[in-house]
């Protein structure tokens, strides 16, 4: 189990630390307008679930998540890393602050576990990719968010990988405990309140070049995105 341990941690955002959170005060509440692709497989209900996990994390902080509008889609492209190079192409707006592409499974994904487990119990490497977030400016990921395998439960869930793609989403990058972290989020919402742009996005700064993002205008034209995200359910 220790040996699992170590693993996971490799790719941890970080233990909470409560009593140092605690000590901090995340001001008045914010809103974090995130606009979701789901996949096929994936059904609203299960949509509705992670939101709630993620929402309640993201509470400690005061900040009220809203999955403002859901897409249901096709599978973009079989591996993860493609799917998120998709995701550029798609305009943030005032009511999506940040993009979440959910993974469901698929009979190829299944393949490709069972190959992925046999080189972990051969090398002991993992190769599977359970989320991600782009580091350039932090504002869209992908989360896998259908497992069956004891293995993969084991490491993760689709809760806690979203729980733990959202830390990036707000800016924090891998860190072994989370101190750094609530001073990320605490600098962020801060920029946020006095963020008064039309165009505004839930402010964001980077992890790789740590660039600070305000608006959509911004981002898009970081990322030459043109396609406009729309909804097929609306809240
Ligand atoms: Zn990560």
């Not at 911004?218 to 043109?226: L, T, Y």
Request: proline residues 1%; charged residues 25%; aromatic residues 14%.
């Amino acid at each position: 189990m220790l040996f699992f341990l170590f693993l996971s941690n490799c790719t941890t955002v970080g233990f909470h630390d409560d009593k140092v959170r605690n000590a901090i005060d995340f001001g008045e509440v914010q809103d974090l307008n995130v606009c979701v692709f789901h996949e096929n497989s994936i059904d609203k209900s299960e949509v509705a679930e992670l939101e709630r996990d993620w929402a309640e994390e993201l509470a400690l902080y005061n900040i009220k998540l809203n999955f403002k509008n859901t897409k249901k889609v096709e599978r973009f492209a079989f591996f993860g890393t493609d799917v998120l190079e998709e995701l550029r192409h798609y305009k943030l707006n005032p009511e999506c602050d940040r993009f979440v592409y959910m993974i469901g499974r698929t009979w190829g994904d299944i393949g490709f576990e069972v190959f992925s487990l046999g080189v972990f119990a051969i090398v002991g490497v993992k190769l599977e990719i359970h989320g991600a977030v782009e580091a350039s400016s932090n504002t869209r990921g992908i989360v896998k968010s259908k497992y069956t395998s004891l293995l993969q439960l084991l490491f993760t869930s689709p809760s806690s990988t979203l729980i733990h793609e959202g830390y990036h989403l707000l800016g924090c990058p891998h860190m072994l405990f989370k101190d750094e972290c609530y001073k990320i989020i605490l600098e962020t919402k801060t920029k946020n309140l006095i963020n008064k742009r039309k165009d505004k996005i839930f402010y964001v700064r980077s992890t790789r070049n740590k660039e600070e993002f305000y608006s959509s205008e911004q981002v898009n034209f970081f990322w030459g995105s043109k396609k406009d995200f729309k909804g097929d359910n609306t809240q």
